[in-house]
């Protein structure tokens, strides 16, 4: 059964901070990796796809990357922001335009 | 500004009543999908679609839920009859079938069925 896990289900960090969001998948053969971003009430915000090909993907702050063999994905966020407080959720792909299959999300909290 | 939109953005109905959610994807974008948001069991496919025809539908409820693509501007997500357990915020996605392709979401419409 292909299924997404994201840990910690929770963080809360202090503005400034460097943080990792980790996210692993439990089949390899994945086409591409997608992180969102979420806020309360509303949709979800697509921050990064990364193709089964690449290694990652930057836009920012935020970095993610990509490893087949391990089945995992990790999102680095620079010197984080009270902003930057959400959900982040990873979700994979395993064909051209194929359904998501979603993690149960990282809460974040950037404290000031 | 191209997005994904869905109405009613908030829906309270009474056990037993149809509910019908509507989405218009992104002008262009050939496939929609249709998600599930609960506390419980975080994000579900319910169903999806490629040029206006269904590809799985194998996480909705045959018995009460349908979903249809009229045309290519608008899929509807039907339930009926609604039960308490339908409570929840449904999410209506749109993407294109190309190498780079992304997944875009609407605003969500907010179920409450008493």
């Known amino acids: 059964k292909q299924e997404v896990t994201q840990i910690p289900a929770a963080l809360s960090v202090p503005e400034g901070e460097n943080l990792v969001l980790n996210c692993s998948f439990t089949?390899?053969?994945?086409?591409?990796l997608q992180w969102f971003r979420q806020d309360p009430g509303k949709g979800l915000t697509s921050l990064l796809l990364?193709?089964?090909?690449?290694r990652e993907q930057t836009s920012g702050r935020l970095n993610a990357s990509l490893d087949k063999s391990s089945g995992r994905s990790t999102l680095y966020i620079a010197a984080s922001q009270p902003g930057d407080s959400a959900t982040y959720l990873c979700?994979?792909?395993?064909?051209?335009?194929?359904?998501?299959?979603f993690g149960q999300g990282t809460e974040l909290s950037v404290k000031p | 500004d191209a997005r994904v939109t869905q109405t009613p953005r908030h829906k309270v109905t009474e056990m037993g009543q149809e509910v019908t959610m509507r989405c218009q994807p992104i002008?262009?974008?050939?496939?929609v999908f249709w998600y599930r948001q609960t506390m419980m069991q975080g994000l579900e496919l319910l169903a999806y679609?490629?040029?206006?025809?269904?590809?799985?539908d194998s996480g909705m409820p045959k018995d009460r839920f349908s979903a249809e693509m009229p045309d290519a501007t608008l899929a509807t997500l039907k339930i009926q009859p609604s039960e308490p357990r339908d409570s929840a915020v449904y999410f209506c996605?749109?993407?294109?079938?190309?190498?780079?392709?992304?997944?875009?979401f609407g605003q969500g419409t907010r179920l409450t069925v008493v």
């Open positions: 990364i193709q089964s090909s690449q």
């Open positions: 679609f490629r040029n206006r025809a269904p590809l799985d």
């Open positions: 089949d390899s053969a994945i086409y591409n």
């Open positions: 979700a994979s792909s395993y064909n051209q335009g194929g359904k998501l299959i």
């Open positions: 996605a749109s993407g294109w079938t190309s190498l780079h392709t992304e997944a875009f």
């Open positions: 002008l262009g974008h050939n496939t």
